[in-house]
């Protein structure tokens, strides 16, 4: 992350407790948290077959920016 910026990592939720909104609780308060330090932007990658947390992200207003590779595993960078 730059500067101006911070980054989510490794957000997990145990599979007993998906479905609970769990996961969308810790996302929007890393975002209130983010927010109040005047952050311009949160960023997080993810993998393709991540397709739950990726529709989470977006339903938060995250919006894809660019994919790459590294580790010969490909990643997809969100931002908000």
Known sequence: AKEDEI????????????????AKSLVETLLSNATG??????????????IEAQGLYKSHSFTKKYEFEKNKRNFTVFSF
């Open 7 to 22: 980054e989510m990592h490794l957000l997990g939720v145990s599979n007993k407790y998906r479905g609970l909104g769990v």
């Open 37 to 50: 330090k005047n952050y311009k932007r949160m960023i997080l990658w993810t993998q393709e077959p991540m």
